[in-house]
């Protein structure tokens, strides 16, 4: 095939065309840009945000580091978290009693668990999850 040439004023009105359609799309850009920015937030709103944290971060600690009833009709208490690793760390020196009172301290709290609670293993567990016992319906 042979090639079309095209006068130069066809290529000037295309390119004029083209430069055109560019830079009414980078203005509607710009426009776009410049109108959807948020404002800058103000020195009271980072103020603000701090004191929130600072008094969250409080809120936790003090949570973490005090003793506090977490539902005192069921007996449930809040211990500070070293106490509670202590506790934990002489509780667990004889391993056998220490799975005991985990499993009756979940038996207690959890009273749907259980059944699974008094098996031995994980393989024990999945054959009474596969096995239920029989329910009795509340009366």
Known sequence: MKE???PAW????FAT????????LAGLVWI???YTQPPPPDTEYWAQR????AELNAQNNEQLQSYGW??????QARLPIARAMELTLQ???????????????????APTVPALA???GPAAATNAAANPPAVTPPK
Do not use: C
């Open 91 to 109: 509780e667990w020196q004889n391993p056998a009693a220490g799975r005991s009172n985990l499993l009756a301290r979940l038996a207690k709290w």
């Open 118 to 120: 008094a098996t031995n």
């Open 4 to 6: 079309q040439e095209h």
């Open 50 to 53: 701090t004191r929130n944290l």
């Open 17 to 24: 065309g083209f430069a055109g359609i560019f830079l009414i």
């Open 10 to 13: 066809q290529v000037a009105i």
């Open 32 to 34: 776009m840009y410049h």
């Open 70 to 75: 977490l539902d005192a009709n069921r007996g």
